[in-house]
């Protein structure tokens, strides 16, 4: 039998980590899936921790190594060698409930067939069983949803475990900046909004355990050190936002990443906004910004 599902995880040096995600996958109740592992041009003992979880031959496991590029371009190999229905990414430092795959593949049955359905979305809880961030949990009245609506419109801003069709989020490759490694991941979700909705899941499927090194507690440094893709992230949350306070934030946003990228012309960056005179005009925020939090990073 085919397997459903693919449990992508991206890593680098995390060889620990690992044994946890491990632990909750052969642990599930139901064993419909594929664990892909891309491994980012891991230096520590990652390889032979996977070689150690493939001798117990206890779940399906695909081991893939690759030159150091970061997650969008982990996530785009993961998608490009995916070649099951349904998708999901669990990082390093996250684990699944015992029944996440059952519940998984239950729910998806009742959107198999819709075209105008990308997948599933969960909100992540921590270990204790909370909503991630001190955050409310979507009112049951909510079957299905995009993102944008679960943050602005109920005010959720959280973390959310995607299971996504694969047929759909294909569609939607990172883009990949030379000499960059980030882009915000909801660059992507912003995109998939504008075509989709997800079916909204109120049980627990993902539990989060946010590390020192993480991508979200490093979030200053990584958009220092990545700010074409920040810029390139925000040039389009400025078309996409859904009212006049998220365009403004995105415009700020955007003004900052013209100055954090050395590489470039900051009045031609500045000239190339979708909301040029704004952008101009809000250029003193943005660089008291930049004064505050990045300069001395």
Not at 35 to 53: L, R
Not at 138 to 148: F, V
Not at 170 to 175: A, D, I, L, T
Not at 195 to 210: C, F, G, H, R
Request: proline content about 4%; some cysteine; glycine content about 4%.
């Amino acid at each position: 039998m085919n397997n459903l599902i693919t449990v992508f995880t991206p890593t680098y040096n995390r060889s620990n980590n690992l044994i946890t995600c491990y632990q909750s996958l052969i642990e599930q109740t139901n064993k419909n899936f594929i664990w892909m592992i891309i491994d980012d041009g891991s230096t520590d003992e990652t390889e032979e921790v996977v070689k150690k979880f493939n001798k117990e031959n206890k779940i399906n496991i695909e081991y893939i190594k690759k030159e150091n590029g970061g997650k969008a371009s982990a996530i785009n190999l993961s998608l490009k060698k995916c070649q099951t229905e349904l998708w999901v990414c669990l990082d390093s430092d996250d684990y699944l409930t015992l029944d996440a795959i059952e519940v998984i593949a239950s729910k998806y049955e009742q959107i198999k067939g819709d075209p105008k359905k990308c997948g599933l979305l969960a909100l992540r809880t921590d270990p204790s069983g909370e909503v991630m961030n001190n955050q409310k949990r979507i009112p049951p009245g909510i079957k299905y949803s995009t993102l944008q609506y679960i943050r602005y419109n109920l005010g959720i801003e959280t973390e959310y475990a995607f299971v996504y069709k694969t047929e759909i989020i294909k569609k939607f490759p990172y883009p990949i900046i030379n000499g960059e490694k980030f882009i915000p991941l909801s660059f992507i979700f912003d995109q998939i909004d504008l075509k989709y909705k997800y079916l909204i899941i109120q049980d627990d499927i993902m539990v989060s355990e946010y590390l020192e090194d993480g991508i979200t507690r490093q979030k200053v440094s990584l958009i220092k050190k990545n700010p074409k893709g920040y810029s390139l992230h925000n040039k389009q949350r400025i078309q996409l936002a859904p009212n006049i306070i998220l365009k403004i934030k995105a415009i700020i946003l955007y003004g900052l990443g013209c100055i954090l990228d050395q590489d470039s012309n900051a009045l031609s960056c500045l000239n190339n906004s979708p909301a040029k005179i704004l952008t101009v005009c809000l250029y003193p925020i943005s660089y008291l910004i930049y004064i505050r939090k990045y300069k001395k990073v």
